[in-house]
């Protein structure tokens, strides 16, 4: 599949950027209707509930770390930092609910919960700048994570528009709201050198993504565990399933890469025509609701994102 158009080292400007929007959206109650709910397929169920699983303290972190910020920051960025709290805490509600519906299907997710709350308790003590650090590296993993489900529909595929409404959903705000970390971040150390600030946020991103990587691992594997699979054999999917040929692990590398490069903005990468795909299919899918038109079918982005 082609690769979303990008801008190379030219950001998009402020003023090009989307706007950020929290909508008003509710998950229905019955949107998980079976317990693997990808295909049927538990490896590749088992990534999006271990997001899932660790999304509300997650959330949370990122809100308080950002709270302290509001009034630091002038508008437009403060106006964008507001959104970006607003639209936080409506993926921490719609994901609590999802919890409790995993742990209805049989899944105890306390396993997952104390690893999140482990990594947030890290950072308790830590400074305002600790704390935004840690979060802007986390943002970048959820905006890239974000930005491969509205690229490639096939991880999505065959799941039904409930469950497929609500990822959307979540992944179109994470990538609208991609640059605010990263923007509040650069005006919280304007003073700092430039080889301390690329330092700084280099070592931060590497501690970040090393504790990603092994928890989101160990989380796949203990859901796995829960449905019968052995450890290794768990392992050796949850490895396929991510980094072989077209997995979301292994399509991100270039994007999680680039973060590292001097000079680095998230929206040196113009995902404006996802966005756009990603609006167009939750209004399909609501109209598929409201009785017009059929389900939103996984590969509906493929012909936009080759014409671009």
Same mark, same amino acid.
């Given at each position: 599949?082609?690769?979303?158009?990008?801008?190379?080292?030219?950001?998009?400007?402020?003023?090009?950027?989307?706007?950020?929007?929290?909508?008003?959206?509710?998950?229905?109650?019955?949107?998980?209707?079976? %317990?693997?709910?990808?295909?049927?397929?538990?490896?590749?169920?088992?990534?999006?509930?271990?997001?899932?699983?660790?999304?509300?303290?997650?959330?949370?972190?990122?809100? %308080?770390?950002?709270?302290?910020?509001?009034?630091?920051?002038?508008?437009?960025?403060?106006?964008?930092?507001?959104?970006?709290?607003?639209?936080?805490?409506?993926?921490?509600?719609?994901?609590?609910?999802?919890?409790? +519906?995993?742990?209805?299907?049989?899944?105890?997710?306390?396993?997952?919960?104390?690893?999140?709350?482990? #990594?947030?308790? $890290? $950072?308790?003590?830590?400074?305002?700048?600790? !704390?935004?650090? +840690?979060?802007?590296?986390?943002?970048?993993?959820?905006?890239?994570?974000?930005?491969?489900?509205?690229?490639?529909?096939?991880?999505?595929?065959? @799941?039904?528009? !409930?469950?497929?409404?609500?990822?959307?959903?979540?992944?179109?705000?994470?990538?609208?709201?991609?640059?605010? +970390?990263?923007?509040?971040?650069?005006?919280?150390?304007?003073?700092?050198?430039?080889?301390?600030?690329?330092?700084?946020?280099? $070592?931060?991103?590497?501690? @970040?993504?090393?504790?990603?990587?092994?928890?989101?691992?160990?989380?796949?594997?203990?859901?796995?565990?829960?449905?019968?699979?052995?450890?290794?054999?768990?392992?050796?999917?949850?490895?396929?399933?991510?980094?072989?040929?077209?997995?979301?692990?292994?399509?991100?590398?270039?994007?999680?890469?680039?973060? #590292?490069?001097?000079?680095?903005?998230?929206?040196?990468?113009?995902?404006?025509?996802?966005?756009?795909?990603?609006?167009?299919?939750?209004?399909?899918?609501?109209?598929?609701?409201?009785?017009?038109?059929? %389900?939103?079918?996984?590969? +509906?982005?493929?012909?936009?994102?080759?014409?671009?």
């Amino acid at each position: 599949m082609h690769e979303t158009k990008t801008s190379g080292f030219n950001q998009l400007s402020p003023d090009q950027r989307p706007d950020i929007v929290a909508r008003s959206y509710r998950a229905p109650s019955d949107a998980l209707s079976e %317990r693997h709910w990808v295909r049927q397929d538990p490896f590749a169920t088992a990534f999006f509930n271990a997001l899932s699983a660790v999304f509300p303290h997650g959330e949370t972190f990122m809100i %308080r770390s950002l709270l302290p910020w509001v009034d630091r920051v002038e508008d437009p960025l403060r106006g964008e930092v507001e959104a970006f709290i607003e639209q936080e805490a409506g993926h921490s509600r719609e994901h609590v609910a999802m919890n409790k +519906a995993l742990i209805g299907a049989g899944y105890d997710i306390a396993p997952l919960d104390r690893k999140i709350r482990g #990594f947030v308790s $890290f $950072f308790e003590d830590a400074n305002d700048h600790v !704390k935004l650090t +840690a979060t802007m590296c986390i943002e970048h993993f959820t905006a890239i994570i974000a930005a491969e489900l509205l690229k490639n529909r096939e991880h999505l595929a065959g @799941v039904d528009n !409930k469950m497929l409404e609500l990822w959307l959903w979540h992944a179109i705000e994470e990538v609208e709201h991609k640059g605010v +970390a990263f923007d509040v971040w650069n005006h919280a150390t304007r003073d700092w050198g430039s080889a301390r600030r690329y330092l700084w946020r280099s $070592f931060f991103m590497l501690a @970040v993504t090393t504790s990603f990587f092994i928890n989101r691992t160990l989380g796949q594997i203990e859901l796995l565990r829960q449905d019968g699979y052995g450890f290794f054999t768990a392992l050796k999917n949850v490895v396929a399933t991510g980094f072989g040929k077209g997995g979301i692990g292994r399509n991100v590398l270039r994007p999680w890469a680039a973060f #590292f490069r001097p000079g680095y903005h998230p929206w040196d990468i113009d995902d404006r025509l996802l966005l756009a795909q990603g609006e167009a299919d939750l209004a399909s899918i609501a109209a598929s609701r409201a009785g017009y038109g059929a %389900r939103v079918e996984a590969p +509906a982005l493929a012909p936009l994102v080759a014409a671009a």
